[in-house]
């Protein structure tokens, strides 16, 4: 029981033990097509450890012994993604409110499952004892920049079991930048075409189609992942610049780019077609999007004029919530006025306090802490260094409620893991960069600050690195932590 990650808000350990066995059944109450799919989810997980039956029972009759249960009740003090998980040496008790709740309890379970012995590695057991578990913050992300190179679908999907398993519940991609445009745009096919055929040095270019792009908010949305995705403007759009001559002011479209710099390019915000662009690229991407957000960078504008820029802003929170989705934008929209229900990502953290007084929430990604494509040290063979080294510890051991003054508790959505991908190609180079920073940031979205410290989540990824390892995962071995 002690190793889980992330550490759940309570436990009470009773040192037994439950043992699956060749009759064990997932029972579930009541069976609706939800609970009846995540019953599925453990049971193929369980099934591909042991070659056990499992079968699904839907709606027992009465309860049996061995068996795992899974239930909805009504207990609000479990929220919409609490759980309570008991186990003892007669069955498996998983109980919540909701299906979100039952599969927070499923990723627990599996994490405590284990071989009776390497001679058996077709068993399960796992320790007895107590759990129950709310997360801290709502909005649990991981950010993918998948425009600087591009990522295949089976990549995300890679991506998002694991974020999953460490229950992270918003996946933001980066779908444009400079170098490319990685989703298709009806009403604008170029922006794909050709701004998808860029990427930095020019490798691994490409685009999600929508009937692409739909599977993969679906195959989230199975794990209760909400996608999240960003068109960045005013600046990052060299990629779409060059597609469409028109969007530029001089009416001249830019070459494909590259490199790795920032802050050259900016929409024409004096002319009328780009409100007409954005309104299509929004409209079509809302169409696409069940969640509730739309990211629209704002970023690093640095060539775009700065009282434009704040009309730019306003203007395009209307498209936005015409479509009816809330605006996300990186911390520089706290410069401009935007409404309550406006979010905004810090990164270097100076324009938050800003967002707050006008009554929006903030996520926190700050560089030093949560950006996992800064170098691990000086020898990392990926990454960047602008905001500093990020070793493990550096990942670990910071408090969102204390990062800044101006900043409290009720003020933070949530939490941000970010990975750019300037320096990436492959997906091992993702998870390498990822782990194990990217379980850093899952336990502090996740479990409370007074039940967490560096000692013990040193120890317990520990554990996790033996089944990364198991499991045929690239991570670092970051020298702070001992493992097995
Ligand atoms: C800054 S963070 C950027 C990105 C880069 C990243 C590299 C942010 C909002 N903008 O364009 O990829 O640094 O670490």
Redesign the pocket.
Known sequence: MNHLIPLPASLLPTQLEFQLGPDTQILVAPATPETLRVSEFLAAALRRATDYALPIVPDPPAHARDQIFLTLHDDSTLGAEGYELNLTPDGVFLRAQTPAGLFYGIQTLLQLGAPLSAQEPKTWRAATGSIRDVPRFAWRGAML?VA?HFFSVQDIKRYIDWLAAYKLNRLHLHLS?DQGWRIEIKTWDKLATIGGSGSVGGKKSGYYTQDEYRELVAYAAERFIVIVPEIDTPG?TNAALAAYPELNCDGVARELYTGIE?GFSSLCLDKEITYQFLEDVIRELAALTPGEFIHIGG??AHATDKTAYTQFIARVETIVEKYGKRMVG?EEIGQTKISARAIAQL?RGEYGAQAIQQGAQVILSP?KHA?L??QYNEQSPLG?H??GYVEAQDAYAWDPATFSADIGESNILGVEA?L?S?TLLTFDDITFMAFPRLTAIAEIAWSPQAARNWESYRQRVAAHGARWQALGLHFYRSPQIDWE
Do not use: C, K, N, S
Request: proline share 0%; charged share 35%.
């Open positions: 920049d600087r930048d990052h920032v970023d690093e990186w990164w560089g950006y494509d800064m960047l602008w905001a970010a750019w300037e």
